[in-house]
């Protein structure tokens, strides 16, 4: 078992200071009404589970070896990683098609 208490501390506190952007944002949309706050409140909430997803492969990959996993669970960040990779490109590519469809036409 892995000793990352110092991974933890610091994914908890991007976690929870994550959650009160999130909270700020929803708040700032509902007094601002902006189209701009609401697509960024979306950046928000992907970063949010993004980070809920990395607390939980940390959580994980700290259990010890078992009956079932000989080696432990250390490839669980790995899979994960590769989970928010696919995440992100597929928020880089929503963003990047919503932007090429709000142009104007000649």
């Known amino acids: 078992m892995k000793n990352d ?6 994914v908890r506190v991007s976690l929870i200071c994550n959650v009160i952007l999130f909270v700020i944002k929803i ?4 007094i601002v009404n902006s189209l701009a706050v609401a697509a960024d409140l ?3 909430a992907v970063a949010l589970c993004v980070s809920g ?12 070896a078992d009956l079932f996993h000989n080696y432990g669970y250390g490839k669980v960040e790995n899979v994960t990683e590769a989970i928010e990779v ?3 490109i597929g928020l ?13 036409s000649q």
């Open 53 to 64: 997803i990395l607390y939980y492969a940390i959580k994980m990959s700290n259990k010890p």
């Open 5 to 10: 208490n110092g991974m933890m501390v610091a």
């Open 92 to 104: 880089a590519l929503a963003v990047c098609s919503g932007h090429s469809q709000s142009r104007p």
């Open 27 to 30: 708040i700032t949309l509902l």
């Open 86 to 88: 696919v995440v992100l």
């Open 42 to 44: 979306g950046i928000s």
